[in-house]
């Protein structure tokens, strides 16, 4: 069975910093895109960031450049997402999404593994 499991949300003041894991069990190679997504109140499910399955090509949203910068550690089935300098309307449930095609470069949301999500939360 495939699990993801976020960690690292929590609340944070504008300008600040957080770091999101995704741990991956239940899948026997390492060699398949990730990605983040986010989910505000009220609104759409988007995508944040993805990074292909070598993790040589990354790929953001234009509301994250330069400020979120995804990676992976794939010995450790692992992908982190580095939030810097965030704003109120960075807030959101954020997931983690695992393509299920080896060798992807990025992630096809519906056709992916998904977390249960953590909360991120941006003060004024």
């Known amino acids: 069975q495939v699990q993801l499991v976020e960690s690292g949300g929590g609340l944070v003041q504008a300008g600040g910093s957080v770091r999101l894991s995704c741990l991956v069990s239940?899948?026997?190679?390492?060699?398949?895109?990730m990605g983040w997504f986010r989910q505000a109140p009220g609104k759409e499910r988007e995508s944040v960031a993805s990074i292909s399955w070598s993790g040589g090509s990354q790929s953001y949203a234009d509301s994250v450049k330069g400020r979120f910068t995804i990676s992976r550690n794939s010995s450790k089935n692992t992908v982190y997402l580095q939030l810097n300098s965030l704003r109120t309307d960075d807030t959101a449930v954020y997931y983690c999404?695992?393509?299920?095609?080896?060798?992807?470069?990025?992630?096809?949301?519906?056709?992916?593994?998904w977390g249960q999500g953590t909360q991120v939360t941006v003060s004024s």
């Open positions: 999404a695992a393509d299920r095609s080896i060798l992807s470069v990025a992630v096809n949301s519906a056709l992916a593994d």
């Open positions: 239940g899948r026997t190679s390492s060699r398949y895109a």
